[in-house]
């Protein structure tokens, strides 16, 4: 159990200096930027992160297939563009069994931490029956909703807000059994 705590906390720790100076492609980039608390952050297995040229790595599956989708305001329905990526989700879950993922549901900061924290538990779950309904097995899919807790923008602006209406997989390696 340590040791799962101690790699959650590198991870934490690997995600908050991928911030200072990950890319962000912005609110309909493919995924690829890192920015953002936990939401980019790849397990503890042993090259669990790999390179971007191997279809196989986490790497990859960040910025070739996408790791995060959006909502529209007060939304946890599945748009085009998001069944789009989830389907390429579910292709490269299928392909990597050994890979788990964690769905990060997030939300704007508008309304109350509780309302954002049920919101985002929805979206995440939207994700999650998505990927089931692929074939992705769902002993292999957690959840959890960061609400608006976890912000990848600060500003009262739409455009901060839309960025923050998201669902982020984050994947583990070599923890699938």
């Not at 390179?51 to 996408?66: E, I, K, N, R, W």
């Not at 990526?85 to 990597?96: E, G, I, R, S, Y």
């Not at 807790?149 to 807000?161: D, G, K, T």
């Amino acid at each position: 159990m340590k040791s799962l705590k101690f790699a959650m906390l590198a991870c934490a720790v690997a995600a908050v200096a991928a911030c200072s100076n990950a890319k962000n492609d912005g609110m309909y980039g493919n995924g690829s930027g890192s920015g953002g608390y936990g939401s980019g952050g790849y397990g503890s297995g042993s090259g669990a992160s790999g390179l971007p040229s191997d279809p196989h790595s986490a790497a990859y599956f960040q910025q070739a297939v996408g790791d995060r989708v959006w909502f529209a305001v007060d939304q946890q329905s599945l748009s085009d563009e998001a069944r789009t990526t989830l389907t390429a989700q579910a292709d490269w879950l299928t392909k990597n069994p050994a890979f788990t993922a964690v769905i990060e549901g997030h939300a704007d900061e508008q309304g109350t931490r509780e309302y954002n924290l049920a919101l985002g538990a929805r979206r995440a779950n939207a994700v999650r029956e998505f990927l089931m309904s692929r074939g992705v097995s769902g002993s292999r899919l957690k959840t959890v909703s960061y609400g608006k807790e976890r912000p990848l923008e600060i500003c009262s602006a739409e455009s901060c807000y839309a960025k923050n209406r998201r669902a982020v997989t984050v994947l583990s390696a070599g923890l699938a059994g």
